[in-house]
């Protein structure tokens, strides 16, 4: 949980001006869908996770 909250402080919070608590959820939102299907994943040689 720690890694996915450092990646998510540097790659989303840092680089991203947030309006109100609906565009942030809605960020989030995005950046979970990144962060599971489209991200490299090095446990997996660079590839993302096949869809269940």
């Not at 959820?25 to 599971?36: I, P």
């Amino acid at each position: 949980m720690e890694r996915w909250v450092q990646s998510c402080l540097h790659e989303l919070l840092d680089r991203c001006l947030l309006w109100n608590e609906r565009h942030l959820r809605h960020a989030l939102h995005e950046y979970e869908q990144f962060h599971n299907r489209h991200r490299a994943h090095q446990a997996l040689a660079q590839a993302a996770p096949l869809p269940s």
